[in-house]
């Protein structure tokens, strides 16, 4: 099953969305737009909950 994150859903006006084959290849490329597009080093846990309740099967 393919996963799907769309960052629109947690942060306003982004329109960047990614898929990966499971869940810690998804983290690992929202981590890296998170670093370079919103400047955060360290996604604190609140925002690692809401994308988990965002991310889509596909
Ligand atoms: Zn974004």
Excluded: R, Y
């Amino acid at each position: 099953m393919t996963k799907k994150f769309a960052c629109g859903d947690v942060v306003d006006g982004c329109e960047w969305s990614v898929t990966a084959k499971d869940e810690n290849e998804l983290f690992q490329k929202i981590s890296e737009h998170a670093k370079n597009v919103h400047e955060m080093t360290d996604i604190p846990d609140e925002i690692v909950h809401k994308v988990k309740s965002k991310i889509q099967e596909i």
